[in-house]
């Protein structure tokens, strides 16, 4: 599952370790600008700095399309490090060049920060006004700082994710509305039909088989729409699908068309069985003033509507 940028700064001391991380680097590479950076499917994000150098322009908070970054051309997939001594005498940065000047970087060393089950958190980065040699051996050593904060990920993940499907959990959510609650959104609340007969019949391993395949279907549907949307696992068969902004009532009613479609649609049929998802849907504004407690209980009521009404719909609350 895609990250999003709003996850890594809810973790417990998020801000302190990442400050930490730069300071130890800091005293490996004293003369070089350094920044740690989160990397999503389209952008790079920049989360904290250190800097010595005013002529560097890359703040906290920069974020620029991936594809215009040298952070893109890190082999992610073997974990190593990429390093430009002398960006004036590189070719093929056509793509890149323009940020590079205006950042008035001339070199750069990239470490990857990749977690143990292979997922990209993203880089911490030293860059330099000029040309610069960057050490072996010091190298390395930033790559065991980052090895030690890919730990603490990992930790975080695992106190927010739900083992099973991946999908952030209950524990997560109400940090996560803490934080967002004051923004416009929309809480779709989703609950199978069926699936006690698939537990009951075919046992709790097809049972889990069937909660990991509806994650990956409603991941997709949020990934199709394009939205800024976050999908939580409550426990048992029921999940939360949460977006951010303001939607108006026909783009809501398509995007639940499309999850009633994918989570309708199931190779468990021909086993006679027949399993479908019934939606409970709430809109709210950032006027709204209430818990993360009464949205999901507003929620609940459009969803035994769609219950009561013969299942595979949705209702609005």
Request: proline share 2%.
């Amino acid at each position: 599952m895609q990250r999003n940028t709003y996850e890594y700064p809810l973790y417990n001391n998020f801000n302190e370790l990442t400050m930490n991380i730069l300071i130890l680097a800091k005293e490996i590479l004293p003369h070089s600008f350094l920044f740690l950076s989160i990397l999503t499917n389209t952008e790079q994000y920049v989360v904290a700095i250190s800097s010595n150098n005013e002529n560097i322009t890359i703040k906290k908070g920069l974020k620029l399309p991936l594809n215009k970054t040298l952070c893109n051309r890190i082999d992610f997939a073997k974990g190593i490090p990429l390093k430009y001594e002398d960006l004036s005498k590189e070719p093929n940065l056509e793509e890149v060049k323009d940020t590079l000047m205006n950042a008035n970087v001339n070199a750069y060393l990239g470490i990857p920060i990749i977690l143990k089950n292979g997922e990209v958190f993203g880089t911490l980065c030293a860059v330099n006004e000029s040309a610069t040699k960057y050490d072996e051996r010091c190298i390395k050593l930033i790559e065991k700082i980052t090895n030690l904060f890919s730990f603490y990920l990992e930790l975080e993940r695992i106190a927010y994710r739900d083992y099973l499907t991946g999908c952030y959990n209950r524990h997560f959510l109400e940090k996560y509305f803490n934080e967002y609650i004051e923004k416009a959104g929309t809480i779709f609340l989703l609950d199978l039909d069926g699936f006690k007969e698939i537990n009951d019949s075919l046992g709790h391993s097809m049972g889990d088989i069937v909660l990991k395949e509806c994650a990956i279907k409603i991941e997709s549907v949020i990934q199709q729409h394009n939205l800024n949307g976050v999908l939580f696992r409550l426990g048992g068969d029921e999940f939360l699908v949460h977006l951010v902004g303001d939607f108006d009532n026909q783009e809501i009613s398509k995007i639940a068309q499309t999850l009633v479609k994918k989570l309708s649609s199931w190779e468990l049929q021909v086993m006679d069985f027949y399993l479908s998802v019934s939606i409970g849907i709430l809109t709210y504004s950032n006027k709204d003033k209430q818990t993360l407690n009464e949205l999901i209980k507003k929620a609940d009521n459009a969803l035994y509507r769609a219950k009561a009404s013969g299942k595979n719909t949705y209702k609005f609350f």
